[in-house]
């Protein structure tokens, strides 16, 4: 884990001002002043305390000794999470920037996605794993959920599955100012002034990452978890999951889902425009536990029912 400012990406930064200064000119170039004048500043300001990064760097020792092994009579678990009790209204913000991008559809709002709940009461975006699993396949997680796009001023996918030591791929399919700006398991604050234009960073500790935009699209957020081993998945529209070729044996199964209910604000600065702008803040994340036993040649279910409770 990179545990001083330089992991806000300060080198990267100015090449990517430098090169947006050479491709608009220095007048289109004096509305992104931020991110090189009170933004650079910020940068090099901003550090993680020692503290903090010492306890990430435990957990990731611990969480690091998952072994791969030759799993010759594994099963499935599949199973579904359900919404129960009256579902929560739906959190949105105005869309007070970039409407022409963020907002084609001109529904003035934009939904936060942080509780998505389908017509048979199923849960979208629920992480399921095994809990302290040390032996069983290769890390063949979803090639798809370690590609970030930012697409209509939204992160896609919401939530990401990245295995240690694996490389995430961002890019932005819009033509305005975006930033990622993780904290948590990762610390990087990464432009995106150009189309299509990919980064990649190493996520090299286990562990939640929350994604946030500091270009003044204070709705855009995402999950990430950087994981040591391949038994996680996330639910579907329905609520369903699966994970595959697990080695018999008794588990803890987990279902994570970020938090979904809106706590306040807080204050944020937009680098393009240098002005502070309120983002909202949610409660922590819901977690509900089971035990599973796995056999061989004998799948198993495991079902949840989660509420607001």
């Known amino acids: 884990m990179q545990c001083f400012p330089a992991s806000w990406d300060l080198v990267y930064a100015e090449k990517q001002v430098l090169d947006l200064n050479s491709a608009c000119g220095s007048t289109a170039f004096a509305r ?10 910020g940068i090099i300001t901003r550090s993680w305390p020692l503290a903090f990064c010492l306890v990430w760097a435990a957990a990731a020792v611990a969480q690091s000794d998952y072994k791969v092994i030759s799993v010759t009579d594994g099963e499935t ?11 929560p209204r739906q959190l949105a913000v105005p869309v007070n920037k970039d409407p022409q991008i963020c907002d084609p559809d001109s529904k003035k709002t934009a939904d936060l996605e942080r509780l998505i709940v389908g017509p048979e009461a199923g849960v979208a975006n629920t992480i399921v794993y095994l809990k ?21 001023c939204h992160y896609i996918p919401h939530i990401l599955l990245v295995p240690e030591n694996a490389v995430l791929s961002m890019q932005s399919s819009d033509a305005t100012l975006h930033t990622i700006h993780m904290d948590g398991a990762a610390s990087f604050n990464l432009p995106f002034p150009f ?22 699209h204070v709705w855009m957020n995402a999950e990430m978890m950087v994981v040591p081993h391949p038994y996680y998945a996330v639910t579907d529209e329905s ?10 044996g008794t588990y803890q199964i987990v279902a994570w889902h970020e938090g979904w209910i809106l706590t306040g604000k807080q ?8 002005r502070t702008v309120e983002r909202p803040i949610f409660t922590e994340p819901k977690i509900w536990e089971k035990p599973v036993t796995v056999n061989a040649n004998q799948p198993s279910v495991v079902n949840f029912v989660i509420s607001s409770k």
């Open 32 to 41: 992104t002043a931020g991110l090189r004048g009170s933004y650079m500043r």
């Open 77 to 87: 678990i599949s199973g579904t999470v359900k919404w129960s009790g009256p579902v």
């Open 132 to 152: 302290a699993i040390s032996a069983g396949k290769a890390l063949d997680l979803p090639e798809q959920r370690r590609h970030l796009d930012q697409k209509h």
């Open 195 to 216: 189309v299509n234009r990919v980064t990649e960073r190493t996520m090299s500790t286990p562990g939640l990452v929350h994604l946030r935009c500091n270009g003044g």
């Open 239 to 248: 609520g369903r999951f699966e994970l595959l070729n697990v080695p018999p």
């Open 267 to 274: 204050q944020a600065y937009d680098v393009l425009t240098e």
